[in-house]
């Protein structure tokens, strides 16, 4: 925001007195905050460091101590130059005592052989200092327009890294609190070399504060989230050539300039409300949209409300032994089958799926497609007993409706089949979705044949591109418990995707941890546990690529502790891998031979590899 003295030296009314460098020459480039003139030997006590000191040396001291300490007094409080005029005090040239205490402490002196008026020195540099806070000033207020256009129109993450990238002319790296990129912006730089080996980099940056400046690592770092949850960090490389200086200039030209601090905190911030906004918005469209099986899950409506309006609809919950169900594709983009209308058009014909095997099966239930993914089905069952019949009998039904879609035999899939008033069935299909008979030559559907069978019967076992999963979460008692159930399930049907057993029916039990934790891997609460507990063992990894204890704690941990198992798995000498150990445990200030460390050791390098795996 500040010219430099070497753009000062150039301005006409200081060229007009012939300025000579005469100690200092690698100060050229500081910049000049303002120009004070002054004649006495004790002026540093009343500057604030950035000055450039004018003076005709009429009032310095006479002795070569003095001069000395008057230089160095000026170099301690940071002002940015002394320019003398030559005439009044010394004539031929400045003593060269002061020539040598300014090169000792960097601090640039210039000679003026001919007689300018001050006057007009100071108005030039001030009217440029003016010129340069205006167009500060204006570069500030285009940041403030930029990122509230963008959050008032909604612009995703993509859009405001990208237009912080542009007004700053820096790279601009979005990162999760696991240290991995969820977006990025190299400004013209190379992309490659910006993200190569990111995390160990990243946690490297270590500012100090919610918003700061590493000059160790030359990135400009804040905290990204809202309502006292932040779920990610802002970087912002500068200077933008990745060369940070060796030694970082003090006093007010201290890190990047103000404005940059500005955009990213501004960047932040509109990351943080559009995240806020997506959120609510969807909420808002489920409530106004989704069924009331929709309406269980996001507690959107009234409990008592969701009961009256379900029995109108024929299906009744009260005093009922209440299962959520989800059935959700192994595979979200099907070889064959992509863009919006083929996923709409799959989740359609499992939603008809759906609910001809919940008719067939003879099932009370409220269903409906709860997401781009999922159909969900709340079962009302009479007899709680009956769960598990009930549940097997509703996957064996609805693999044989998909498996009879895929041999092309119609009827089954296509258009539901009509129930008899006031049969289970019939109450089914009043809460089930409305189906929609497919058109006759829908290329989406597998061809008839030999390949239809093939794919037919690779569905109905749960394999292949079309294939499903079922996930049932725990029954309850109440309606009012009625959403756990159907989270659980939903929790389930994600984790499942991950196993390729063949289960007619996915519970709780076939998830385990790893499951579990792969489910809360996007969760910050977890990315923060991870950090926690191996937070240490990362950076030190980071700084000692070569030595990888990471994997040497996890080879200890699934060797279940037991220390010769893991030196031999590591392929290493006993003695080497207990030394490892001993290090782990000093960096992570844990014992390893306690039960309840490991334990909570080996869920966070589980959570770990959530978080890293897509």
């Known amino acids: 925001m500040f010219p430099t003295v070497r753009e000062v030296l150039a301005l006409g009314p200081v060229r007009h007195g012939a300025p000579r460098v005469v100690a200092g020459d690698a100060g050229l480039d500081q910049p000049v905050r303002w120009v004070h003139v002054a004649e006495v030997p004790d002026i540093a006590t009343l500057l604030g460091g950035g000055e450039l000191v004018l003076t005709t040396g009429i009032g310095l001291p006479g002795d070569d101590a003095g001069l000395r300490a008057f230089i160095g007094d000026l170099a301690d409080v940071g002002v940015s130059g002394l320019v003398v005029e030559l005439g009044r005090r010394y004539v031929s040239g400045v003593p060269r005592v002061m020539v040598a205490a300014a090169e000792r402490r960097g601090l640039p002196l210039v000679e003026l052989r001919r007689a300018t008026p001050f006057v007009r020195i100071t108005e030039a540099v001030h009217a440029l200092i003016v010129d340069a806070q205006l167009t500060e000033l204006r570069a500030t207020e285009e940041i403030h327009q930029r990122f509230n256009d963008l959050s008032v129109e909604g612009g995703d993450a993509a859009e405001v890294i990208r237009q912080a990238a542009e007004l700053s002319g820096c790279p601009v790296v979005l990162e999760n609190l696991s240290r991995q990129v969820l977006g990025y912006d190299p400004a013209g730089e190379s992309a490659e070399l910006l993200l190569d080996g990111w995390e160990q980099h990243s946690r490297r940056v270590r500012p100090t504060g919610r918003t700061a400046y590493d000059p160790d690592n030359g990135w400009l770092v804040t905290a990204v989230g809202a309502r006292g949850q932040d779920w990610g960090r802002l970087l912002l490389r500068w200077p933008a050539s990745g060369d940070v200086p060796s030694a970082q200039p003090s006093g007010p030209t201290a890190g990047p300039p103000t404005r940059l601090t500005i955009l990213i905190e501004r960047a932040a911030s509109t990351l943080a409300l559009g995240r806020l906004i997506r959120r609510d918005a969807e909420g808002l469209e489920r409530q106004i949209h989704r069924t009331l099986l929709t309406a269980l899950l996001d507690h959107s409506r009234p409990v008592d409300e969701v009961a009256l309006r379900a029995k109108a609809l024929g299906v009744v919950l009260d005093r009922r032994h209440l299962v959520g169900v989800m059935v959700r594709h192994r595979a979200e983009d099907p070889v064959g089958e992509t863009g919006p209308e083929a996923a709409q058009a799959r989740l359609r014909d499992l939603s008809e799926a759906v609910g001809q095997a919940l008719r067939e099966a003879k099932l009370t239930a409220l269903t409906s497609a709860v997401d781009d993914n999922s159909v969900g089905a709340l079962l009302a069952l009479t007899d709680p007993a009956a769960e598990d019949r009930a549940l097997s009998a509703f996957a064996s039904a609805l693999r044989r409706v ?185 960096i992570l200030d844990v014992d390893l031979d306690s039960v309840e460390a490991s334990l909570s050791l080996h869920v966070a390098l589980l959570a770990l590899q959530a978080v890293r795996t897509p």
């Open 402 to 586: 998909r498996l009879d879609a895929g041999t092309g035999r119609p009827g089954l899939g296509v258009e539901p089949a009509r129930a008899t008033p006031g049969s289970d069935a019939s109450r089914s299909a009043s809460g089930a979705e409305s189906s929609r008979a497919a058109p006759d030559a829908d290329p989406s559907r597998p061809p008839f044949g030999v390949e239809a069978v093939r794919v037919g019967v690779e569905r109905a076992r749960g394999v292949g591109p079309g294939a499903v999963i079922v996930a049932a979460g725990s029954g309850v008692g109440t309606l009012r418990e009625a959403r756990r159930s159907l989270v659980e399930a939903r929790q389930i049907a994600e984790a499942a995707t991950r196993d390729r057993r063949d289960l007619a029916v996915f519970r709780l039990p076939h998830v385990g941890l790893a499951g579990l934790l792969h489910l809360l891997r996007d969760e910050p609460r977890l990315q923060t546990f991870v950090e926690r507990e191996l937070g240490a063992l990362l950076e030190y990894d980071a700084r000692h690529p070569r030595e990888r204890l990471l994997d040497t704690l996890r080879t200890y941990l699934e060797q279940g502790r037991n220390k010769s198992a893991g030196a031999a798995a590591a392929h290493l000498s006993r003695p080497a891998f207990y030394e490892r150990l001993a290090r782990i445990a000093r």
